[in-house]
């Protein structure tokens, strides 16, 4: 059973580019997260997605936007880069664990984006 | 708002030592509670997880306990291996949104 699957895994982008980072949710799971990771900090939650609408979202900016396609899988946008857009960016896909009584979530490997 | 504070780090130990990874959380009502661990270059791991007061996590020799009266999660393992050596992040969320994560702590293991 494949877990989240993050693509591309690297990115060098130039100050003011666009980016388009993409993320296929484990297998059953409908609900996608997009997080943070500044180098030697803690994930920062970016937005969440749920059946193709934006559920929830953290305290970004509107240069980050994204999208859930029908099959769950979600693309995060972010556009007119800065260097501090430079990070881990990792995805999260999540359901309901009927059997722990709580959600599971589960990480992708991340998108590691160097602005430059 | 909700948050989580975790000991700084580093922490360094010699294999076998025991470990303990202090873990505290404020939210309103009844977070579920989390640890994950990350390897260099990789992806978030879940470690282990707790969903209501008095609950233990375990996994792979490691436990937290999830203390309401204390708001406390705090991560254990009563002997560390080389191969433990690695970031772990405690972590809270409410009903399926956001997970919120703390800063982190280091764990280095030397034989």
């Known amino acids: 059973d494949a877990g989240v699957t993050q693509s591309p895994t690297h990115l060098i982008k130039t100050r003011g580019q666009q980016v388009t980072l993409r993320c296929s949710p484990k297998?059953?799971?409908?609900?996608v997260s997009w997080y943070q990771q500044a180098l030697g900090q803690g994930p920062q939650f970016i937005f969440q997605?749920?059946?193709?609408?934006?559920?929830q979202r953290g305290n970004f900016p509107d240069r980050f936007s994204g999208h859930q396609f029908p099959n769950y899988s979600s693309e995060l946008n972010v556009n007119a880069l800065l260097l501090g857009d430079s990070a881990l960016y990792l995805c999260?896909?999540?359901?309901?664990?009927?059997?722990?009584?709580?959600?599971?979530?589960?990480f992708g490997s991340g998108t590691r984006l160097t602005v430059v | 708002g909700d948050s989580v504070t975790q000991m700084e780090g580093p922490v360094t130990l010699s294999e076998e030592a025991f470990l303990t990874i202090n873990c505290t959380y404020t939210?309103?009502?009844?977070?579920?509670l989390f640890w994950y661990v990350q390897y260099p270059g990789e992806g978030l791991q879940l470690l282990l997880k707790?969903?209501?007061?008095?609950d233990k996590g375990s996994n792979k020799g490691f436990e937290a306990t999830y203390r309401k009266e204390t708001t406390s999660f705090h991560l254990e393992k009563g002997s560390v291996q080389v191969s433990d050596s690695a970031v772990y992040f405690c972590?809270?969320?409410?009903?399926?949104?956001?997970?919120?994560f703390g800063k982190g702590t280091t764990l280095s293991v030397s034989s």
């Open positions: 997605y749920y059946e193709e609408e934006e559920r």
């Open positions: 999260a896909s999540s359901d309901y664990d009927r059997g722990r009584e709580g959600y599971g979530y589960t």
């Open positions: 972590a809270l969320n409410q009903a399926g949104t956001a997970l919120i």
């Open positions: 707790a969903t209501k007061a008095d």
């Open positions: 297998s059953g799971h409908d609900t």
């Open positions: 939210a309103t009502g009844y977070p579920s």
